[in-house]
């Protein structure tokens, strides 16, 4: 086999192996995956009631879940006093953003890091 076939037989595969990667990328579905997460809860719930603690927590999740819906995006799982949701778009998780810190009442009455 002479220099000219195998370089012709790389180029072949070089082709092969960018199409297939392009097939990939167009069907390959991108995700925000994002954390959102009660700041203090834990002393909250050492120094309240165990049904005053229940009810903000609610209350929390609640209001994320409701933006999160409105939003295009899925609440995933909660895990204690954290919520992890997903967003197919960029676009989506701006806007759940935007809802989120418009709300008054949420940043006053809960304090929280997003991740």
């Known amino acids: 086999m002479n220099i000219d076939t195998l370089v012709q037989k790389y180029m072949q595969k070089e082709e092969e192996i960018a199409t297939i990667a392009s097939q990939i990328n167009a069907s390959a579905k991108r995700t925000a995956i994002m954390f959102i997460d009660l700041i203090g809860s834990t002393s909250l719930k050492e120094t309240s ?64 890091k997003i991740g």
Request: without cysteine.
């Open 49 to 112: 009631r165990q049904d005053n603690w229940l009810i903000y927590i609610y209350r929390f999740i609640s209001i994320i879940s409701q933006y999160v819906i409105q939003s295009k995006g899925v609440l995933i799982k909660r895990i204690g006093d954290e919520v992890m949701v997903s967003f197919e778009r960029a676009e989506d998780v701006e806007v759940f953003l935007q809802k989120l810190y418009a709300d008054k009442q949420v940043t006053k009455d809960f304090h929280f």
